[in-house]
């Protein structure tokens, strides 16, 4: 995972890195703490607030982006430590203004009601369609295991997964 | 070992964790540890090489040195072997989980999740060395005085699934 070198700065006695990723296609370059998470970085120093944080300790996949094509918990990984990456969140999915079809298929079917857990979802399923272009229903919900809904039962969200997969 | 694999967590979880900081952690119920003592590993790192009977020494507790990384694990290909467990329902780490792996000359039978540490069952090792089917452990009592007890299993629950994962593992070899 590790792209390039780190270049450390020491701010107050903080060790700080030099932090260069693609972010929805724009090219960012900041300073964060070591022990910055990858949500944090990309909520709190990018603003994209759209990535959701649940749990913090990688269990309820509110935080899911995808890094290199993969999709991973933003919470688990390091910022540094994706340096030279290409990230992509729930804010780069658009094009136009015009929703990805993940998203049209939620809306359209009602795949979410809070909406917490949305952003993770559609990461999620999104990356899914990219590995298996028609899943069945016990392999989507399979993929789906590390993101939590506490409100739609997920019969919505399975629904609207296979309504993506035939738009995609 | 790939349907080991495959039962870890979820795929982003499965997406960024290794083989290597699994077994350097040793959670008392991470799954590849039951691997490395069911198929007689050697941990390969920057100084030395480890066997796997040495390598877990406790709860979160291994042979590893200040400073010291896992660079390979290298494993014997037993004549049969499967992983079984209960995962916990949330995290889908093992409440209980039974890696049996018959080689050449004995069985091994390697348990996690039931105590602080991963660890092989010599009774059972000892009776599926001399019959390997799942009838030669079925109704063992294992003694449970040392297994954990939380909200997800009393220690009696968790003797009793040792059994069942264990003769499930024979089963499916
Ligand atoms: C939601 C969730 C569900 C999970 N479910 C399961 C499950 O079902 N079964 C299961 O077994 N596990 C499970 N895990 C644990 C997961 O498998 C481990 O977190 C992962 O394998 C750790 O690997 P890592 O590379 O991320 O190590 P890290 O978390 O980066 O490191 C762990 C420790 O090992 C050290 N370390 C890392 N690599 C090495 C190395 N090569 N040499 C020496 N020391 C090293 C680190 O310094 C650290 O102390 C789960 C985790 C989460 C978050
Ligand atoms: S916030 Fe990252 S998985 Fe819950
Ligand atoms: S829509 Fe509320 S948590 Fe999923």
Redo the contacts with the bound molecule.
Sequence with gaps: MIKSLRVKILINGEIMSKISLEVNGRKVEKEAPDNTLLSTFLREHLQLTGTHIGCD???CGACVVHVDGNSL?SC?ALAADVNGSKVTTIEGLETNGKMHPMQEAFKKLHGLQCGFCTPGMVMSAIDLLQKNKKPSDTEIRDWLE?NICRCTGYQNIVAAVKEAATKM | MSSLAE????PQ??N??????????N?P?????SACIALNATIH?NERKIEAAKFFKGMFETA?KKG????AIEFQIPEKSSYQ?H??PA????IV?VYVAKHKGDVNVAV?GAKSCVYNDKEMSKALSGNFSSSSIDGMDLDSSEMNSDMHASADFRASLVVTQAKKAVDAC
């Design positions: 300790t990688s269990q918990k688990t590390g | 039962g870890i967590g979820d979880v499965r960024r964790g290794t083989i290597g900081g699994s077994i350097a952690n959670d119920s991470a799954d590849y540890p790192t590893l010291e990384l896992i660079e467990k995962p916990n995290s889908r780490y093992a989980g996690t």
